[in-house]
């Protein structure tokens, strides 16, 4: 008598049975009996499906379909399939892979079994709830230049979270006292710029039911009535249809988020209950394909069994209850590269994502590893602006982490007894264009260490900007360990003394002569040293007097122009 819901499912193709209700029972029974349900029996299969069986069956998958499930979770291609397995009453994956092999019907009711279409109208209501409390706040705050309001939402499935943000936008819009039009026609001051929402999927059945937004009447018990009258209208046969100012909010498209290029310059990215169903390192990608695609202080609302995971550095939590976050400004350069994955055809299921480094290169790369671990000096790479770019070797003799803020300044962080000789040998190298050198003492705990600095001009092929390698390496004729050095002088005083006993004043005097020579050169070197520093420290002081200068200069043509 009723037979709208039945009759819709079977027409979606959602169904795994079409039976008269005599025929059921037994399909139910001959189901419940299968090792599927059974996990005790079950096992075995299991450890079948680790022999290769399951690349197998992924690979089949990927010649069909053109889609490629190695970036999905093992177990649940692996649950997918055995209840696949168990509407076919098989038991061993052979056989379910002869199946596939023999009816292209099951290749692609697997393929949709395993992009897992679920999803509803406001799905879990109070993450909307939390969600709209932030856009109220975001909307309430932009200016009209701000707009469109962009929206992507990957994985859309059959399209009802999307148009329940687009509905969420809408009224938050409202609120803030603004009529949206959708569409170009939008030109009265008064009018809000359209928002622009990408809802995006793999399936194109399930776009094809997003874009034909026809649903059926049971989605009252998720969208409120005033809802229904405001944005629905009713079509035959008890179901809904999206209305016109809803439906020209979204554009669906076809979009695999792993091999296919993002949107950008995006408000808001809702990904929820994607995630999930990837591996870790694929997870870790898609984050950060996100933040690349978000603008400035850009949200992400995740699903409530996802995480950021090593992302947690690329975005701050608005509702950790919620999965709510807020994009943050990173100094890191983005190594999104796109794709984020290959899905080639041709290549073999056992090959891993990332690419093999060829045999050859990876004895280069092993030697070239040893070498810079056992026999490279200590190496650090910098700018003009003494910012680390790179180290390599054991800085931690050269270099410690002052106290207070994180600093990348390599000045900041030298030991002492290097900081000035190293900023002149740098000012130098930078000015001349030439290398620089000189040897110092380095306090290393008790211990003071003569340790060599090299300062050379490194550039880039492709790069104006000047870079500086700075070598360090000790000097193991000159280590001298304070401790040891005062019982050696004592010795040696008391050896002096005794000698002096007896001798001539000539044999006396001698060493304290060579002593005063020693001492004197001494001095006269670090004289000349300072001095040098004192010149390169006037020469950087005329300089910027000069920058100064200009710089007044210029403000005052630019207050002048002003005042004109």
């Known amino acids: 008598e009723f037979d709208s819901m039945p009759s819709s499912v079977i027409r979606e193709g959602l169904s795994d049975y079409v039976l008269p209700p005599a025929e059921m029972p037994e399909a139910l029974t001959r ?13 075995t299969v299991e450890i079948q499906a680790e022999d290769g069986q399951l690349d197998r069956i992924i690979d089949l998958l990927r010649k069909h379909t053109k889609f490629d499930f190695r970036c999905y979770r093992r177990s649940m291609v692996l649950r997918r399939i055995q209840r696949r397995m168990g509407l076919h009453q098989l038991e061993t994956f052979e056989r379910y892979i002869q199946l596939l092999g023999n009816d292209s ?134 179901h809904y249809q999206i209305g016109k100012q809803l439906r020209d909010a979204i554009v669906f498209s076809r979009q695999h988020v792993i091999t296919d290029p993002p949107f950008s310059k995006l408000d808001l990215i809702s990904c929820r209950n994607l995630l999930i169903y990837l591996e870790p390192e694929m997870q870790q990608r898609v984050l950060s394909l996100f933040h690349f ?31 709510i976050f807020q994009k943050l400004p990173t100094s890191r350069r983005s190594q999104v590269a796109f794709p984020i994955a290959t899905t080639n055809a041709s290549q073999s299921p056992q090959t891993n994502l990332s690419t093999k480094i060829p045999p050859r290169q990876a004895y280069k790369a092993l030697v070239e590893k040893s070498l810079v671990t056992h026999y490279a000096p200590a190496t650090a790479l910098i700018n003009r602006r003494y910012e680390v770019l790179f180290v390599t070797g054991p800085m931690v003799d050269y270099l410690e982490f002052p106290a207070g803020e994180l600093t990348q300044s390599l000045l900041a962080m030298c030991r002492s007894g290097l900081r000035t000789k190293l900023r002149f040998a740098c000012q130098k190298c930078i000015a001349d264009q030439t290398d620089a050198s000189f040897v110092t003492a380095v306090q290393r705990g008790e211990d003071s260490i003569q340790c060599g600095v090299h300062v050379r001009v490194a550039k880039l092929p492709d790069d104006a900007e000047m870079l500086v390698l700075v070598h360090f390496v000790d000097e193991p004729s000159r280590r001298v360990n304070s401790t040891h050095s005062k019982r050696q002088r004592g010795f040696i005083g008391r050896l002096l003394r005794c000698l002096r006993i007896g001798s001539p004043n000539r044999w006396r005097d001698r060493p304290q002569q060579t002593t005063e020579r020693n001492h004197v050169h001494q001095m006269e070197q670090e004289l000349q040293t300072n001095s040098e520093e004192l010149g390169g420290v006037i020469a950087e002081l005329e300089g910027a007097n000069e920058d100064l200068k200009t710089s007044n200069e210029e403000i005052m043509s630019m207050n002048e122009e002003l005042q004109s």
């Open 293 to 323: 695609a978000l603008a400035d202080d850009g949200m992400l609302v995740l699903g409530p069994a996802e995480s950021l995971g090593h992302a947690g550095d690329l975005f701050k939590p608005v509702s950790k209850k919620w999965r």
């Open 31 to 43: 189901y419940m009996r299968h090792p599927y349900i059974n996990s005790a029996t079950w096992a």
């Open 105 to 238: 019907a099951e290749v692609t009711a697997l393929y949709r079994d395993l992009l897992i279409s679920v999803t509803a109208f406001f799905r879990d209501p109070e993450a909307y709830d939390a969600l709209s409390a932030k856009l109220r706040t975001e909307l309430a705050s932009r200016e009209d230049d701000r707009f469109p309001f962009r929206v992507w939402v990957p994985g859309c499935a059959t399209g009802e979270e999307a148009y329940s943000l687009a509905l969420l936008i809408i009224e938050c819009l409202d609120e803030r006292g603004k009529s949206v039009a959708i569409g170009t026609s939008a030109t009265a001051s008064n009018i809000a710029k359209p928002i622009q929402l990408f809802a995006s999927d793999v399936d194109e059945a399930a776009i094809a039911i997003a874009r034909a937004g026809i649903y059926p009447a049971s989605i009252s018990t998720d969208v409120s009535a005033d809802r229904l009258k405001r944005f629905f209208t009713e079509a035959e046969d008890t």
